[in-house]
């Protein structure tokens, strides 16, 4: 079955960067893009960006251009989000999920998220 | 950037009763050269991701119960619950994948009345 397994929490002081790593399983890789989408606490769905696995081409949402990098390692079928230039307001929960077609459409499968906190 | 717009923000019905949650976008999303509408519906459970419930407006996900109904077109939709259950109780949302940024509606929280 699709699985996505996310990397562990992470907590960051303002300005640092972080980066999550997101392992697919269970289909083939460079078939389907792969969305980040974030969750601030209590709040709702922002999508960050998609990538596809294939050739690597990346849409970022324009609010987050120059501040995240979407990359990918078909050897070990892993996505990556890297955030730059932390700040408190990043502080949140980050899915990444397989897009249903060929993107970017909706997510079928998502991981289990991994909290980010920004702190000082 | 197309603005999604749910309502209620919450709402409480009795267990086996209909709830119904209303989604407008701020521009169209049926494109039409292939008359489909560019609009996902996902529900969401107390520290879990969101789960895909429909796509394309009213086409099921696999494995989704069929009390799960989507309709509408153009700017607005509903999500239909036909009976409510207890597992029901969720945050839903509903997407539009018509343009990037794709965006969401802030969120429609349903409980138990």
């Keep these: ?120 | 950037d197309i603005v999604m717009t749910q309502s209620p923000d919450s709402l409480a019905v009795s267990l086996g009763e209909r709830a119904t949650i209303n989604c407008h976008s701020s521009q169209s999303v049926l494109y039409k050269s292939n008359n489909k509408n560019y609009l996902a519906w996902y529900q969401q459970k107390p520290g879990q991701p969101p789960k895909l419930l429909i796509y394309w407006a009213s086409t099921r996900e696999s494995g989704v119960p069929d009390r799960f109904s989507g309709s509408g077109s153009g700017t607005d939709f509903t999500l239909t619950i036909s009976s409510l259950q207890a597992e029901d109780v969720a945050v839903y949302y509903c997407q539009q994948y018509y343009g990037t940024p794709l965006t969401f509606g802030g969120g429609t929280k349903v409980e138990i009345k």
């Design chain 1, 1 to 120: 079955q699709v699985q996505l397994v996310q990397s562990g929490a992470e907590v960051k002081k303002p300005g640092a960067s972080v980066k999550v790593s997101c392992k697919a399983s269970g289909y083939t890789f460079t078939t389907y893009c792969v969305h980040w989408v974030r969750q601030a606490p209590g709040q709702g769905l922002e999508w960050m960006g998609i990538i596809n696995p294939s050739g690597g081409s990346t849409t970022y949402a324009q609010r987050f251009q120059g501040r995240v990098t979407m990359t990918r390692d078909t050897s070990t079928s892993s996505v990556y989000m890297e955030l730059s230039s932390l700040r408190s307001e990043d502080t949140a929960v980050y899915y990444c999920g397989r897009d249903g077609v060929r993107g970017p459409t909706w997510i079928d499968s998502w991981g289990q998220g991994t909290l980010v906190t920004v702190s000082s």
